[in-house]
């Protein structure tokens, strides 16, 4: 009898392990087999066409139906967008590694830029080490507050420019308008000029200058459009041979300890690119804001002279003093994130990601333009309110995942530190120095906020604007 009942036990025991097994075979096969909603897709080519020609605002008008995790066939390239604070929070925390490789897109891949590149390199020894070159050295906070006086310098140059060019229009009998994109390019190129190569590089009425601006402005727009090429599957074999080599050194040889002049050469082009771009956008974005909304420039102004005065210039010192000039950048970075989708992140492995199957070489878009405009996240969010900024302690660091313009995790932006301060002196520098007027057939609710999108959003028409002298300093 006791025989038997132990032979009942075992049956039963052996029966509800083969029912849990095929049980959890099941689920495994259903989860591996959730893929993130998306819209349908065309044979081959699958979601090109909806990414449009501004594909971050396109990509949010999806999330009402497919919610905060879309997915797209982009070609043979799996793809996901997120498109939330919540989706963002819980990529940044708990899969940081692995969607923390990239891919280089093939525009980019002349002259072997690809090899050694800090924003577009694979993840691996060889990118962990340009970080470490980057973050340690050119752009360590020690550096940066060492160069204080170089940022200085040049946003003097600018504002000395600006008005050499109002006067110069108004003797030919113009209003005196100036195009600030122009004029805050090129303080952000001599400035990563004097960090990197001790120098100014260009002035402002030079013919190379206007050249260079036109120039990067067109890199930056066509290495932003969709290439097709980049999602059509005999590239990926050649990204794949791009990992491999990612690996070992800049000179072939293994292991992560010597760089070559080339991949030097890499670095200094992205600074360029990256430091003059970006920062030179946001605070032409920001401009632009506050001159459509007269009740917020004139608080940002009261605040500068209320800290500040008439007699001297403001430093960066005295920014800590300044809440509502830090407010106003808060918001212009939630609403006109200079990268509108980051830079696209990779999955290095299989990952299981809030419930979906994300496979190997999967592409990541994270929408920081839709994140920032999301009303899960912002009240009144197409409003541009500094005001809600004010006593808050949420920051654009990486860790208030609903405002992340230089993005989190191992890939956040390496030059944040420095694009602060340079925005925020820039700003606070036009705004203390001069008032702005926008002549005549314009008003500020007329002024156009339509989008350029390349890597970066810049203004689809420039800003132009009628400086004038403010304050006369000893």
Same mark, same amino acid.
């Given at each position: ?93 708990? %899969? ?95 400035? !990563? ?113 209320? !800290?500040?005065? !008439? ?108 694009? %602060? ?54």
């Amino acid at each position: 009898m006791e025989i038997a009942s132990n032979l009942l036990l075992c049956l039963i025991l052996f029966l509800f392990a083969a029912l849990s097994r095929l049980l959890w075979r099941r689920q495994s096969r259903k989860v591996k087999n959730l893929q993130p909603p998306g819209p349908p897709g065309w044979p081959i080519l699958g979601n090109f066409f909806d990414l449009g020609t501004l594909p971050h605002q396109t990509l949010s008008k999806f999330k009402p139906k497919y919610g905060p995790v879309l997915g797209l066939k982009l070609g043979s390239v799996n793809t996901v967008v997120i498109q939330s604070a919540m989706a963002a929070s819980q990529l940044f925390k708990n %899969h940081d590694h692995d969607f923390c490789d990239r891919k280089c897109p093939i525009v980019l891949t002349a002259h072997n830029y690809c090899q050694g590149t800090l924003a577009f390199d694979r993840y691996g020894q060889s990118w962990r080490m340009l970080r470490r070159i980057c973050s340690m050295g050119l752009l360590a906070n020690r550096q940066t507050y060492e160069t204080a006086g170089l940022r200085r310098k040049c946003i003097d140059d600018m504002i000395r420019y600006i008005e050499k060019d109002a006067a110069t229009a108004q003797e030919r009998g113009e209003e005196g308008k100036v195009n600030l994109g122009h004029f805050l390019f090129l303080m952000s190129f001599n400035l !990563v000029g004097n960090l990197v190569l001790s120098r100014d590089l260009l002035s402002s009425g030079s013919k190379e200058g206007k050249e260079f601006f036109d120039a990067m402005s067109e890199v930056m727009v066509w290495a932003g459009k969709p290439n097709l090429a980049d999602f059509l599957p005999g590239d990926q074999e050649e990204h794949g041979a791009g990992h491999e080599s990612s690996h070992k050194n800049f000179e072939g040889k293994e292991g992560p300890s010597t760089i070559s002049n080339q991949n030097v050469t890499i670095i200094i082009l992205e600074m360029f690119f990256a430091g003059s771009e970006t920062t030179s956008s946001t605070i032409e974005w920001a401009m632009a804001e506050l001159l459509r909304n007269p009740k917020s420039m004139t608080k940002a102004k009261e605040e500068l002279d209320r !800290v500040i005065g !008439v007699e001297r210039k403001v430093e960066e010192s005295d920014m800590d003093n300044l809440p509502y000039l830090q407010a106003v950048i808060k918001e212009t970075l939630r609403l006109h994130p200079a990268l509108p989708l980051l830079l696209p992140r990779n999955a290095m492995e299989e990952t299981e990601y809030l419930g979906y199957f994300i496979p190997k070489e999967t592409q990541i878009f994270v929408n920081a333009w839709a994140i920032g405009r999301d009303l899960e996240s912002w009240e009144d969010p197409l409003e541009f309110k500094p005001e809600r900024f004010l006593g808050s302690k949420i920051h654009y660091k990486g860790q208030n995942f609903e405002l992340i313009p230089f993005g989190s995790g191992r890939r956040i932006c390496v030059g944040m530190s420095l694009a %602060h301060k340079v925005v925020h002196l820039g700003l606070a520098s036009m705004l203390h120095s001069l008032d702005w007027e926008l002549g005549s057939n314009i008003c500020h609710e007329t002024i156009d906020m339509n989008e350029r999108i390349g890597i970066t959003a810049r203004k689809l028409i420039p800003l132009e604007a009628i400086p004038k002298k403010r304050v006369m300093y000893p």
